[in-house]
């Protein structure tokens, strides 16, 4: 794995300012970084999630027998369950800018379509004709984009009702055995 050469450069320059600058907690350097106005800003939750998990506190005990058995699978449950729905949220915004701009593009066609409605010209039938087809084709696009969508989106929404069950029964499992630890008195 490369060095983040700017997260060290940056705690360099806090240490040796004459500037008094507290700073947050010092944990590890982020994982992933890029501009936030490229594209990968969209994969900023994912980043942040794969960050949190990647650098929980290792160090800190389990405080209970509960915490020590079903914790991690608990966490990795909600991981799983949280990405599922990042991905999901990605490609429903996509699917809207999609449908955005085809509803954009058939609005200006629609115009143009009246201007030449309105208007006679010696090629009038053959810009109707041209019309008419860019309407049909974006009709067309539109159909596509929303099966795209549905096709797109059905393997993920049944990962994330399959991740969503699996993450109830392991908070379940912590929960009951958690009660069962307190009962105990440990």
């Known amino acids: 794995m490369m060095p983040n050469k700017t997260y060290e450069i940056r705690q360099l320059y806090f240490q040796q300012s004459q500037y008094p600058v507290e700073l947050a907690e010092p944990g590890p350097p982020p994982l992933l970084q890029w501009p936030d106005s490229s594209y990968f800003a969209k994969l900023r939750p994912?980043?942040?999630?794969?960050?949190?998990?990647?650098?929980?506190?290792?160090?800190?005990a389990r405080a209970t027998v509960a915490?020590?058995?079903?914790?991690?699978?608990?966490?990795?449950?909600?991981?799983?369950?949280?990405?599922l729905v990042n991905l999901l949220q990605e490609r429903s915004t996509l699917?809207?800018?999609?449908?955005?701009?085809?509803?954009?593009r058939n609005l200006q066609v629609q115009e143009e379509l009246f201007g030449v409605r309105i208007n006679c010209s010696p090629d009038r039938a053959k810009r109707l004709s041209t019309l008419e087809g860019q309407l049909l084709q974006l009709e067309q696009q539109?159909?596509?984009?929303?099966?795209?969508?549905?096709?797109?989106t059905v393997e993920l929404r049944e990962k994330l009702f399959e991740s969503a069950s699996a993450y109830r029964v392991a908070t379940h499992r912590y929960s009951v055995f958690s009660r069962v630890e307190g009962e105990d008195g440990r």
């Open 142 to 152: 539109r159909r596509e984009e929303e099966l795209a969508f549905w096709k797109d």
């Open 67 to 83: 915490e020590e058995v079903f914790g991690s699978q608990k966490e990795q449950q909600y991981t799983s369950m949280r990405h």
């Open 95 to 104: 699917h809207q800018q999609h449908l955005y701009d085809i509803d954009h």
């Open 46 to 60: 994912d980043a942040e999630l794969l960050q949190r998990v990647l650098h929980q506190d290792m160090e800190k």
